[in-house]
């Protein structure tokens, strides 16, 4: 397996605790989700990969969703957190920091060097952002 897969393969792991963490902090709708995964650098490669996990999610049980239509706008699914979700993010939370400290440790990473991951931006020029 090349770099790439394996970096396809860790984003793939933790798209969902990434998506249960920006529901924590509100509810939001599919597209904003998008929007705000591809802010982070190289976190989301295909807004595709968002729908498919957020029916996993809510099979899981981590996640509702209720259609809600808002003045002038056409309906929108929104997606919230459920206290399950909150209980498997913080979870993951509690394992994140070793495993990633383990990870850093065996690839001699240097904790002290801010981490600024260049794994291509996914946005467009409209939400003033711009491929690297």
């Given at each position: 397996?090349?770099?790439?897969?394996?970096?396809?393969?860790?984003?793939?792991?933790?798209?969902?605790?990434?998506?249960?963490?920006?529901?924590a902090?509100?509810?939001?709708?599919?597209?904003?989700?998008?929007?705000?995964?591809?802010?982070a650098?190289?976190?989301?490669?295909?807004?595709?990969?968002?729908?498919?996990?957020?029916?996993?999610?809510r099979?899981?049980?981590?996640?509702?969703?209720?259609?809600?239509?808002?003045?002038?706008?056409?309906?929108?699914?929104?997606?919230?957190?459920?206290?399950?979700?909150?209980?498997?993010?913080?979870g993951?939370?509690?394992?994140?920091?070793?495993?990633?400290?383990?990870?850093?440790?065996?690839?001699?990473?240097?904790?002290?060097?801010?981490r600024?991951?260049?794994?291509?931006?996914?946005?467009?020029?409209?939400?003033?952002?711009?491929?690297?």
């Amino acid at each position: 397996m090349e770099y790439g897969g394996e970096t396809t393969e860790l984003r793939r792991g933790v798209l969902g605790p990434c998506v249960l963490a920006l529901l924590a902090e509100r509810p939001r709708f599919g597209l904003e989700l998008v929007r705000d995964l591809s802010h982070a650098d190289g976190l989301l490669t295909s807004e595709g990969t968002v729908y498919p996990l957020l029916n996993r999610l809510r099979d899981a049980g981590w996640v509702t969703s209720k259609w809600r239509h808002e003045d002038d706008q056409r309906p929108r699914r929104y997606y919230s957190i459920t206290e399950q979700g909150h209980a498997h993010l913080a979870g993951f939370r509690a394992e994140w920091s070793a495993f990633a400290a383990a990870v850093d440790t065996v690839l001699k990473v240097d904790a002290s060097q801010p981490r600024t991951p260049q794994l291509g931006r996914r946005t467009s020029k409209a939400d003033g952002w711009e491929a690297p």
